[in-house]
């Protein structure tokens, strides 16, 4: 007697499209994972953008507004990303920050500075010493941007008599020059339109900010 064994499993064809179904579930789970935290993080990146341009001009406002216009020390400071010193003080408080990822200004041990808040009496990281301006000690500054996020621009420009400033940041996430999300326009002559996202890109983690201010120095002392 002859008896018949019924074997049951998979074909190679079968396992094959499994196996191609499993690795597009994989994809689509990991590109959903990676956009998910993109997105969250650009959320973050715009919100402290949106946070520091806005607190920034509002306590340079005030600084102004108690200080000596004598005291305030701007040009040629703050020209132009390719010229300026990327450094302004009031007299008592300096600001101090690197364009976008630039190492011009450094702390004293050497460390680069995104863009700082420091006391500084005298307003001494303004003046030249040796032909440089000095670097900024770490126990006076407060950070005020992670690496997250670029300083694109920031003047501060006297106008009516020198004694009226007007204040203008442009906060930007960082840019990855392998793939760049932001386009350049310095001839530009309006500020908000030299720095911007690239349009079409849909996702792209890419968010520019402008602020802006105006304030009278009022003669006092900060």
Do not use: H
């Amino acid at each position: 007697m002859t008896q018949r064994v019924n074997q049951t499993g998979f074909t190679l064809v079968e396992m094959l499209f499994a196996l191609a179904f499993m690795a597009f579930l994989l994809i689509f789970a990991t590109t959903t994972v990676i956009q998910i935290m993109q997105t969250y993080n650009k959320g973050l990146a715009v919100k402290e953008i949106n946070q520091t341009a806005r607190s920034t001009t509002e306590d340079m406002t005030r600084i102004i507004k108690a200080s000596n216009p004598s005291a305030i020390v701007t040009s040629p400071l703050t020209n132009s990303p390719s010229t300026s010193k990327a450094r302004v003080c009031f007299g008592s408080i300096s600001y101090v920050w690197n364009f976008t990822n630039a190492t011009l200004n450094k702390y004293t041990d050497g460390t680069r500075i995104n863009f700082a808040r420091v006391n500084d009496p005298g307003s001494s990281l303004c003046t030249l010493t040796a032909g440089n301006y000095p670097n900024v000690d770490k126990t006076q500054a407060t950070e005020l941007l992670s690496s997250n996020v670029w300083v694109q621009q920031l003047t501060v420009t006297p106008t009516v008599n020198n004694t009226f400033y007007d204040v203008f940041i442009q906060l930007s996430t960082v840019d990855d020059p392998t793939s760049p999300a932001l386009t350049y326009s310095w001839a530009n002559p309006i500020p908000e339109q030299r720095v911007v996202c690239q349009g079409g890109n849909i996702g792209q983690y890419c968010a520019v900010a402008n602020f802006s201010t105006s304030a009278n120095a009022r003669g006092g002392t900060n």
